[in-house]
C-alpha cells in the first residue's frame, strides 16, 4: 500500500456512505492519532485499538494490531463526516508554517496537521502558533 492515510480516510468515507456502523483498519500511530483526533472533535464515536490475536467478528482473528472505528450518525441517518479530502500525499507534501494555517468551512470544519508537537487540528496548531504537514481536512 502506497499511502495508508489516504486509505483509512476512504475505508470511512466508504463506510459512512453505506451507513455502516462500524469499521476495522490496520493499525499504525499516525492512524491512530488521526482517529483520536476525529473522536475528540465528534465526528466518530469510539476509536479502540483491538490487540492482535483476538477474535474479531465470527471467530476470525488477527495476528496484527488494528484499529476499530465506530462512526456516527445525525438522528435522520446522515453521516457525521460529510467530506474527507487528504491534502498533503507521497508525491507532493504540503507544509503550511504558523501565519498560513487555514480554516476550514468559515470554522466548521478541520484541518489536521502534523506538527513537531504530534497530530493537532489547525485551531490548536494556531493558538499553539506551529506548523507542520497537512494531512487532511474533513467536515
Known amino acids: 500500500m502506497i499511502d495508508p492515510i489516504a486509505d483509512m480516510l476512504t475505508r470511512i468515507r466508504n463506510a459512512s456512505i453505506i451507513k455502516k456502523a462500524d469499521i476495522v483498519l490496520p493499525m499504525s500511530k499516525i492512524k491512530f492519532n488521526i482517529a483520536k483526533i476525529l473522536e475528540k ?55 503550511i508554517d504558523k501565519e498560513n494555517i487555514p480554516t476550514v468551512l468559515n470554522g466548521f470544519g478541520l484541518a489536521i496537521i502534523s506538527t513537531s508537537k504530534g497530530m493537532m487540528t489547525n485551531m490548536e496548531a494556531k493558538k499553539g502558533r506551529i506548523g507542520g504537514e497537512f494531512i487532511c481536512e474533513v467536515y
Open 41 to 95: 472533535e465528534g465526528f466518530i464515536s469510539k476509536a479502540e485499538i483491538i490487540k492482535g490475536g483476538q477474535d474479531l467478528q465470527k471467530n476470525k482473528s488477527s495476528k496484527f494490531d488494528q484499529i476499530r472505528l465506530v462512526l456516527k450518525y445525525n438522528a435522520n441517518g446522515e453521516p457525521k463526516i460529510s467530506s474527507l479530502k487528504r491534502i498533503s500525499k507521497p508525491g507532493r507534501r504540503v507544509y
